[in-house]
Structures are given as C-alpha cells and as structure tokens.
C-alpha cells in the first residue's frame, strides 16, 4: 500500500479553460499529467500493485515530496491522465451542433473522442489499455477510475442542458448517465482484447454500441 504524509496538504489541480488559469497553475496541471504519464506507464507495464510512489515520483524526475503535494497515493497519480481523457470527451460534445437530436450529438463526439487524432494519437490509447488491464487487481485503482467516471457524468449533465434546453432534466441526466457507462464499459471490454484502437472492435465503436443499447436504440 502506498505511504501518504498525513500532514501534508494535497494540492489539487483542477483542468479550467487555458485563458483563466495563471502560469503557475498550469505549470501546476502540466506537472500533475506529467507524473499520471508516467504513472501509467509503469502500472501498464509492471501491475499497480509492484510500482510504489517512490518509483513513480523517481521516473517523473520529482521529490516523494512533491509527489505527495499532488497525489494523496500512487493510484490517485493518474487521476488527471483519465480526467484529461474524459475533459476531451466533453469539449468536443460542447462544440458539437445537436440541431439532429441530442443523441445523435452524443454519438458523434463519443466516436471522435475515442478515435485516434490530434487531441489524442494511438499510443495514448494503447498506454490507456495498458492502466486499465490493472484496475480489475487493484481496488484502490478501481476506485480512482470509477470516481472520474463519476465526476465526469456530474459535469456531463449541465453541458447537455446547455444543447438541449427543451429536454426536462432526468431525460438529461439519463443520457449523462447512459454515455458515461457506455465509454466506461467500453473501455473496459477493449482492453480485455487486443483488437486495434480502430475498426469495429475499437472503443469507439464499441462505445456507440453500448449507448445505442443503454438508451433502446433511439
């Protein structure tokens, strides 16, 4: 289990639009996603349970110290890695027209989150299969994935009101809730396999699926 000072203060550095964060906030965040990188990487290669805090922090080139200042344990370190993950997901739905529907927005933004691209290339995805394959051993990492996946589907919410004002809100909070566990799941299926990030066996696809059937096919 990894060590944690309890004294110290965690520092937690939430992701905001570029334009209202200072310098030092988002030397901050790039410091926080730095150390989740490397996190990750080392969980995807070695398992959760063999890598300590130490290792992470040495790998990242910070202080246990420091460390500590971000993350109150080694799970909690890759916090900001899937949240960045999930901020994306969300961006794109925002920017999204859902003059078509709600559903067919939401559709279309889970298939461009989930594919490769700018934002996001194939070994992101890939270094993402390789964490998750160690959240099934591992509690405490299980609980860090199923607390972004929560918070996500909180924020997912006021998003879908802004796009679809007309609907009444536990239709909102529905398809929040539906979107949010189709990408889960699909995640989670993906990287029991070793199908390409693309294709029809890919997450992104796979996410569609999941949403199509959580919400009847609509």
């Given amino acids: 289990m990894a060590r944690c000072h309890p004294a ?10 570029e334009p209202t964060r200072s310098l030092t906030a988002r030397r901050k965040a790039a410091t926080q996603v730095e150390i989740a990188e490397v996190a990750a990487r080392l969980f995807g290669e070695r398992g959760a349970a063999s890598v300590t805090a130490e290792a992470v922090a040495a ?10 200042r971000y993350c ?18 969300r961006a794109g739905l925002a920017a999204s027209d859902a003059a ?3 559903l067919p927005a939401v559709e279309e933004a889970m298939r461009a989150a989930l594919s ?27 609980d860090v994935w199923y607390r972004v996946n929560r918070v996500s589907e909180q924020q997912l919410e006021p998003l879908l009101a ?17 979107a949010t566990d189709a990408i889960r799941i ?15 066996d890919g997450p992104a696809e796979l996410a569609v699926r999941c949403f199509r059937r959580l919400t009847g096919g609509r």
């Fill in 8 to 17: 110290r203060r965690v520092e937690v550095v939430t992701l905001q639009p």
């Fill in 59 to 68: 790998e990242a080139g910070v202080s246990l110290r420091t460390f500590y």
């Fill in 72 to 89: 109150r344990t080694k799970e909690d370190a890759v916090a900001p890695l899937l949240a960045v993950g999930a901020d994306r997901w």
């Fill in 100 to 102: 078509d529907g709600l």
């Fill in 116 to 142: 490769p691209g700018e934002d996001a290339d194939e070994q992101d995805f890939l270094r993402t299969r390789g964490l998750l394959r160690s959240v099934p051993g591992d509690p405490a990492l299980a």
């Fill in 162 to 178: 802004g796009l679809a004002p007309d609907e009444d809100r536990l239709e909102r909070r529905l398809v929040a809730a539906a």
């Fill in 186 to 200: 699909a995640l989670e299926e993906w990287v029991t396999t070793d199908a390409p990030v693309g294709g029809p």
